[in-house]
């Protein structure tokens, strides 16, 4: 099979994973949410956080160096090492463990009863540490599917287990069950991606005769490698995770935790599918261009950019426009709060997306230790704006704390990248992309409250895309070439039809070959 049918499959694969996991995810979430309501929601928030927490300290390296080294093996024909590779990998993993288990079982004995009053802390502690520990070896056997680039793998996995632990969850509804049925439910499916994952992974491994010991430059480059990542995924899960769900649970209340829960799962899962694969493909992507010169690679990071910036637009504009009916569709008016959480981390996110070129730049050119302080440092006003602003504010606090967060570690990857790379954006197409999109979501948003919710948010999306697009041509944001192709299209699969919209691309065209 050819690289570009490998790549084709590789992609198709990964989206079907990451579609899958995602909305029947969400779909578990929202069932979960609409039972529990707002108090209990955040109580069991704060569960699968701490789990979260967890598994990001036990595989924090040891996941990213497994995909990198089973590739660099595979690829240099030694595939003899991979075995004493994984080995060294999971006694890593078990220490990375063993060190999440005393340090967290520590704070939760002495903690525990403030942060959880409610629970048996025995048995909590118990479920935490297995859940941990489950979903961390499930991780991991992920990272070995990536290593040999066996993205059907991954995608089996969701497709087998998602829906099953979806069953689970409406099963622990139908019977009105309390939460901790549905913390049940969360190990259970803990339980079967990892006795599922290991079921998949297990035929890719090579024979288990087939062991080379691993030479001194290969461990020298393991530990360094584990080491630098390490300390760069465990800072970085504080800045990018709902670290807000723990300080609303101390500082506030667990009905603050599940509002701002729904709406920042809501919001990053959302954005989460603006670039879908496209965002896995950036890193090779940039450092092919980067291997072909700086001008390539500048081009690149501009167009990228604002690619990223034309697919996002839209969708801030929907989500803020049409927040509240959304969130009261979904979770119900219990949530209603959550809508302004949401529309604020939808926008402050989207600079988020903005910057993946960004920082695809920087991990491609070998500035790792640049972004690594970059996100310490992003991570300690987090930090201390959470604190300050949730004992003050509480979920208003969390929210302007996450969404100043979220922009700032945004500007500064961009603004890191343009410094070494020397490149500049196109700020001027990307100000007039955000203002379509500004005039469409405010003219769209006047249907809001006129219509039913689900018809207000088909009616909506369907304006707002329609007028997003006919901005776009209007403000210019497209070349003479690119409106001839779209004409083309138009033409050739609708026939020419609406006529007037043959007119407007028409007069763009012209527009845009006169202004060059």
């Known amino acids: 099979m050819n690289t570009r049918n490998t790549i084709v499959k590789n ?20 069932i979960i949410a609409r039972h529990l309501g707002p108090s209990d929601f955040g109580a069991y928030s704060l569960v699968i956080w701490l789990v979260a927490t967890g598994v990001a300290i036990t595989n924090a390296g040891v996941a990213s160096a497994v995909i990198k080294f089973i590739a660099e093996l595979r690829g240099a024909g030694r595939d003899g090492q991979i075995r004493p590779l994984l080995t060294w990998a999971w006694r890593v993993q078990a220490g990375f463990l063993a060190v999440s288990v005393l340090v967290g079982g520590t704070l939760f004995v002495v903690y525990g009863a403030w942060i959880m009053p409610d629970f048996n802390h025995a048995a909590l502690l118990i479920a935490l540490v297995a859940t941990t520990a489950l979903r961390a070896m499930y991780m991991f056997n992920i990272a070995i599917a990536k290593g040999y680039e066996a993205f059907r793998v991954t995608a089996a996995i969701s497709v087998i287990v998602t829906p099953l632990n979806l069953l689970m969850v409406l099963a622990a509804w139908l019977l009105d069950g309390p939460m901790e ?19 998949q992974v297990a035929p890719l ?9 691993l030479d001194a430059n290969l461990r020298r480059r393991l530990r360094s490698y584990t080491a630098l990542v390490a300390v760069t995924v465990a800072v970085t899960f504080i800045t990018a995770s709902e670290v807000e769900v723990l300080f609303l649970t101390l500082f506030d209340s667990t009905a603050s935790a599940g509002q701002f829960k729904v709406a920042y799962q809501l919001a990053t899962g959302a954005l989460l599918l603006v670039p879908g694969v496209f965002a896995a493909l950036l890193l090779p992507m940039m450092a092919n261009a980067l291997g072909q010169g700086h001008d390539v690679a500048n081009r690149r990071l501009a167009m990228s950019t604002t690619y990223l910036c034309m697919l996002a637009a839209p969708l801030v504009a929907f989500g803020v426009a049409f927040a509240d009916t959304i969130i009261g569709l979904l979770y119900g008016q219990a949530f209603a709060p959550a809508a302004l959480v949401f529309a604020v981390c939808l926008s402050a996110g989207a600079a988020s997306v903005l910057s993946q070129g960004a920082s695809a730049y920087l991990l491609g050119s070998d500035r790792q230790r640049a972004l690594m302080m970059l996100v310490l440092v992003c991570s300690l006003v987090k930090v201390a704006l959470d604190i300050v602003l949730i004992k003050l504010y ?11 967060t979220t922009v700032l570690m945004a500007s500064l990857v961009i603004g890191l990248a343009l410094h ?11 100000f007039r992309i955000l203002l379509a999109a500004a005039v469409a979501g405010g003219l769209a948003w006047l249907l809001d409250g006129q219509l039913p919710a689900l018809a207000a948010l088909a009616v909506g999306g369907l304006l707002l895309a329609a007028l997003y697009f006919a901005g776009t041509l209007l403000f210019g944001v497209w070349n003479a070439t690119d409106i001839r192709h779209f004409l083309e299209i138009h033409n ?5 039809r609406p006529a007037f919209m043959g007119r407007l691309l028409g007069w763009a065209a012209t527009r845009a070959g006169a202004s060059r």
Do not use: C, Q
């Not at 913390?183 to 290991?198: E, K, Q």
């Open 492 to 496: 050739r699969y609708a026939h020419g």
């Open 181 to 199: 049925w549905f913390l049940v439910a969360f190990m259970a499916s803990s339980l079967l991606f990892w006795w599922v994952s290991r079921r």
């Open 420 to 430: 070494y790379s020397g490149a500049s954006l196109e700020w001027s197409r990307m």
């Open 394 to 404: 509480g979920l208003t606090g969390a929210m302007v704390a996450s969404g100043t």
């Open 11 to 30: 992609t198709l694969f990964s989206s079907m994973g990451i579609y899958t996991e995602y909305f029947l995810g969400m779909l578990t979430s929202i």
């Open 205 to 213: 491994l090579p024979p288990p005769d087939l062991r080379e010991p």
